[in-house]
Structure formats: structure tokens, C-alpha cells
């Protein structure tokens, strides 16, 4: 079946605008986890989301970022006042309860860059 | 915030050859997984290995877990070109938040 998609691939926006990044998981996927991944500070933790229980925030490295899952399905990251240091791959990955031994699967990434 | 260190930070081998990866980790964990990128894109899980095992093989690949030094190796053997990526080690929480290591940046020239 299909993978995990996100859109979109690539994303150049000036400083002070705001974005927003969208995740599919795999269909049937009660978990949902972003992750960002730059040059100075590597593969972070962001957010998670588990069915309808409270999203994990506490990766969040700011209040400009902020995501929500609708129907327990589509994740929408979004980025208010992007900052350059916000220039990044964001990858969302999907599980299928979250569980601490189950495999994760990763989408493509979308890199932004902030200009 | 990074789990911990990862040596070397770049290898460079020749197909055929083999590739040793290390990673150290610096809290007690349940399990220790190796995921792989090529391209700086999406990740792909290769290898998990609980706390309780010292060693598991998965085709060409072997990891190696070491909870008195919380550190684990993974092994490829009879590289190919194709294996040229970056390879990260993660320690998982109870709900699956990865914590990733700086990861290593492995190139097989044919």
C-alpha cells in the first residue's frame, strides 16, 4: 500500500511568513510523529499524536509552531513568523499504535528554506 | 536533543569491505533501533534490538548492544555501492518518540 506523503517537497518562503506542512500517514495508523532534522541541531523530536488522546508538544522549540491531526488521519505542521533558523527538513512518520517497539515509517521530508 | 555520540562521523570504503558503525547512548533503554537515509530524505527502519540481546542479525547486517557501556555497533557486511547513506542509531520512548544520534555518513566506492 502506499507510504507516508508529505507536501509539499520543497518550500522557500521569506522571513516572517507563515507555512504550513502536511503529513499522510499510512492509512490505518493511530500514530503520528514529526521530527525535524537540521544541520546544527540534527534529528528532533517535534510533536506526536496518538488517536484522539492529547499530542505529545514538547519537541516544539517554540509557540510560532504549532500542528494538528484532523480525523486521526492528515497532520498540518504550521509555522508562524518563520525565522531562518526554522530552515530545516521536517519528517513526519507514522506507526501503527505508537508502541516503543514498533517500526516507524517516514515520508519524504519537506525542506524549507527561509530566506 | 541528541541521544549521543556516533563514530565515525564519515567512512569511506570500498565495495566488498566491511563497515563498522558505533553508537553510545546515554540513558537506560528498553530498545535500541538502526534506521537509514539516503539523500538526506525520509528514513527507513533496518534493525531493532531489545535491552535483554546482545547481538541480532538481519541479512547483511549485524548489531551488536552493549548496556554496561550503553553503547551498540552495526556491521555491514560485503558492502555495495547501494549501502552508501547515513545511518543513525535511536532509543525509543514508551510511546515511540525516537532519539536520534548524530549519525554516520558511510560512502562505498565501486
Known amino acids: 500500500g502506499a507510504g507516508v506523503s508529505q507536501s509539499p517537497s520543497n518550500k522557500v518562503t521569506e522571513k516572517g511568513k507563515d507555512v504550513e506542512l502536511r503529513c499522510d500517514p499510512i492509512?490505518?495508523?493511530?500514530?503520528l510523529y514529526w521530527y525535524r532534522q537540521s544541520l546544527g541541531q540534527g534529528l528532533e523530536f517535534l510533536i506526536y499524536f496518538q488517536g484522539n488522546s492529547a499530542p505529545d508538544k514538547s519537541g516544539l522549540p517554540s509557540d510560532r509552531f504549532s500542528a494538528e491531526r484532523t480525523g486521526g488521519s492528515v497532520s498540518t505542521l504550521t509555522i508562524q513568523r518563520t525565522q531562518q533558523e526554522d530552515s530545516a527538513v521536517y519528517l513526519c512518520?507514522?506507526?501503527?499504535?505508537?508502541?516503543?517497539?514498533?517500526?516507524?515509517?517516514f515520508g519524504p521530508g519537506t525542506r524549507l528554506l527561509v530566506l | 536533543s541528541q541521544q549521543g555520540e556516533e563514530d565515525p562521523q564519515a567512512l569511506s570504503i570500498q565495495e566488498g569491505e566491511n563497515a563498522t558503525m558505533n553508537c553510545s547512548y546515554k540513558?537506560?533503554?528498553?530498545?535500541l533501533q538502526w534506521y537509514r537515509q539516503n539523500s538526506g530524505r525520509g528514513l527507513v527502519h533496518l534493525i531493532l534490538i531489545r535491552s535483554n540481546e546482545r547481538e541480532k542479525h538481519s541479512g547483511r547486517l549485524r548489531v551488536t548492544l552493549d548496556t554496561s557501556k550503553k553503547s551498540s555497533s552495526l556491521l555491514i557486511t560485503a558492502s555495495r555501492a547501494a549501502d552508501t547513506a547515513s545511518y543513525f542509531c535511536?532509543?525509543?520512548?514508551?510511546?515511540?518518540?525516537?532519539?536520534f544520534g548524530q549519525g554516520t555518513i558511510l560512502t562505498v566506492h565501486p
Open positions: 535511536a532509543t525509543s520512548s514508551s510511546y515511540g518518540k525516537l532519539t
Open positions: 540513558t537506560s533503554i528498553n530498545n
Open positions: 492509512s490505518g495508523h493511530t500514530a
Open positions: 512518520a507514522s506507526s501503527l499504535a505508537g508502541g516503543r517497539e514498533e517500526t516507524q515509517y
